[in-house]
């Protein structure tokens, strides 16, 4: 409760702020002033009666969502595949991580000339923004993970595929829900304005369409309707992706502590 208090304070004095800036401080007649609370606060209601801002929320939704969903696959796959094979890691390493550094929104020249215009660079820059924490999460899991769990279900005679979906899997999903949360927020990041390349829909479109119409008012809302979201997302994300270990009695690794043996971390035994 306290804590609920001091966020809420917060918010006020955050806003506060905000109208003493554009209200109090810049004059009357300045640009500023479109930016002010009370002009805002009242467009996101206009927006929302006009029914562009239940579309434009949508789409921005679906575009995250497929970015993701590319990034996911690509970066579970290239996780595993990195932190299973040491000589794979070490020749894949400074690659990696001279594209991670690389700005995503620098691809978008690259994204528009492979795809187009419409959705698909869009989707292209997301996955391009949210496959790095998948991929290095994951790896780093991988290394994680006791050898002794695959030595008994070596022994007990599971297969490669068993051995991956019964005992790597769920003994990494700490790593891969960091990395899930990671990438959801960068990925919300990009999206934004990854839509204001080329596409008539989505909330950075409505940005640059509230601009090029001098309703400053609209655009300030917009931003609003984006930090709520993301904030909201951020939420959501930390609710599905904290494990929960304590309750289920296990060590974070989704495997009974009992079973931890204290040898060495898995080096190949995953691709044998």
Known sequence: MKNWKLGAAGIVV??????????????????????????AIPAIGDLAAQGVLAEDVLTSLFRLLAGLLIAAVLGLVLGIAVGS?????????????????????SWAPVAIGLFGIGHRPVYFLV???????????????????????LLVARSLGAGRTETLTSVALPAIRPHLLTGFRLALGIAWVVLVPAEMLGVTSGLGYEILNSRDQLAYDKVMAVIL???????LLDVLARWIFTPRNRRQGTDGTGSPKRLRTGGPTLGKDLVR
């Open 127 to 149: 996955a391009a923004a949210a496959i790095w924490p998948i991929v290095l999460n994951t790896a780093q899991g991988v290394r994680s993970i006791d050898r002794g769990f």
């Open 85 to 105: 094979i040491p000589e794979l890691d070490a020749a894949t390493r400074p690659v990696f991580q001279f594209l991670r550094m690389v700005s995503p929104l």
């Open 225 to 231: 309707v984006i930090g709520v979201l993301g904030y």
């Open 14 to 39: 955050a806003v506060a702020v905000w109208w003493l800036v554009t209200s109090v401080i810049a004059r009357p007649d300045s640009l500023l002033s479109a930016f002010g609370p009370q002009h």
